[in-house]
T-cell receptor, first 114, second 115 residues
Framework: AQKITQTQPGMFVQEKEAVTLDCTYDTSDQSYGLFWYKQPSSGEMIFLIYQGSYDEQNATEGRYSLNFQKARKSANLVISASQLGDSAMYFCAMREGTGNQFYFGTGTSLTVIP | SAVISQKPSRDICQRGTSLTIQCQVDSQVTMMFWYRQQPGQSLTLIATANQGSEATYESGFVIDKFPISRPNLTFSTLTVSNLSPEDSSIYLC????????????FGPGTRLTVL
């Protein structure tokens, strides 16, 4: 089974609107971390936000928030007040326990429309 | 956080040659990771490079094809050997900062095209 599933290959959002990028995960570990990264066309991977499995509050970082629903094993990224510079690929990732490997989803391409 | 640089940022290589990619971090880190991102794909971990020991390779990746060096706590190299067009990818190094489930920071990537 896929560790990380991102079901939206492409998304469009109007500038200044909010958008939700979906991510579901699969693990039997009790301790894990969930991450979102942004990859612009330049190729670099930019860390956006982190949610620990034991964190009770949803993570927020500026315009980014993570809608963490543990029972559903989902960790959706919400971007508020979209900007043209938000157009990029977005990857959800998970790290299990104290393991080294990050499991990445297939990504969602977000396009912000002026 | 960590500032990571990679050299070269991009290269075009001929089939059968090799390319060595350098990764430099501005602080000492225990673990460094090398990823491959094939065109239009997600990231796949190649190997974990620990200072003072052999790199640990993931399934499907072997040392003969992807030799790795880790001479100190701030530097690593990945060599992609005997290049073929299928090796055309972005190669990214990343480092772990902090303990436990803290984030990995990524370098800017090396975009390799094999003719």
């Amino acid at each position: 089974a896929q560790k990380i599933t991102q079901t939206q290959p492409g998304m469009f959002v109007q500038e200044k609107e909010a958008v939700t990028l979906d991510c579901t995960y699969d693990t039997s570990d009790q301790s894990y971390g969930l991450f979102w990264y942004k990859q612009p066309s330049s190729g670099e991977m930019i860390f956006l936000i982190y949610q620990g499995s034991y964190d009770e509050q949803n993570a927020t970082e500026g315009r980014y928030s993570l809608n963490f629903q543990k029972a559903r094993k989902s960790a959706n990224l919400v971007i508020s007040a979209s900007q043209l510079g938000d157009s990029a690929m977005y990857f959800c990732a998970m790290r299990e326990g104290t393991g080294n490997q990050f499991y990445f989803g297939t990504g969602t391409s977000l396009t912000v429309i002026p | 956080s960590a500032v990571i640089s990679q050299k070269p940022s991009r290269d075009i290589c001929q089939r059968g040659t090799s390319l060595t990619i350098q990764c430099q971090v501005d602080s000492q880190v225990t673990m460094m990771f090398w990823y491959r991102q094939q065109p239009g794909q997600s990231l796949t971990l190649i190997a974990t490079a620990n200072q003072g020991s052999e790199a640990t390779y993931e399934s499907g990746f072997v040392i003969d094809k992807f030799p790795i060096s880790r001479p100190n706590l701030t530097f690593s190299t990945l060599t992609v050997s005997n290049l073929s067009p299928e090796d055309s990818s972005i190669y990214l190094c990343s480092v772990e900062v902090g303990q436990g489930n803290n984030e990995q920071f990524f370098g800017p990537g090396t975009r390799l095209t094999v003719l």
